[in-house]
């Protein structure tokens, strides 16, 4: 319902003097995710790799945040160095770049360690699934 609410197909957040536009299915992508994540995790956990159908269902929620952390690395590497500045007055000047600066939001290698560790997570769980298997 909350995809289908109105004809815009973005979400408009307004924080103090910052403005984000995100695309309505990003959005429920992430809070179906990352939920799912948390949930099936804690029961993997609990069943200790001994459900197959649980195992599966975390391995696609390990995906998923997969893919929403690799698009917050292109987010980050975009605004980092992103190269625009504001020109004030007057308005009709040319740009006058110094030097080009980059600022990311995170640090880089932190961010590619957690989508290498969310990777490991999903082949652990697949090859403990994998183990758990009855031979019939």
Avoid: C
Wanted: proline share 4%; no cysteine.
């Amino acid at each position: 319902m909350f995809l289908y609410s109105s004809e815009d197909s973005t979400i408009d957040i307004n924080v103090d003097d910052t403005y984000f536009v995100m695309d309505r299915f990003s959005l429920v992508f992430l809070l179906i995710a990352i939920p799912g994540f948390l949930i099936y995790g804690i029961r993997t956990l609990i069943n200790k790799f001994r459900d197959k159908f649980i195992n599966i269902v975390f391995i696609l929620f390990i995906i998923l945040v997969a893919l929403l952390w690799i698009e917050a690395i292109i987010i980050n590497d975009r605004i980092g160095s992103d190269g625009s500045m504001t020109i004030y007055p007057p308005l009709s000047a040319e740009p006058q770049k110094t030097k080009e600066e980059y600022y990311p939001i995170a640090n880089h290698t932190i961010m590619i360690t957690i989508e290498i560790i969310l990777i490991a997570i999903a082949l652990f769980t697949a090859y403990k699934t994998g183990k758990n298997k009855k031979i019939s």
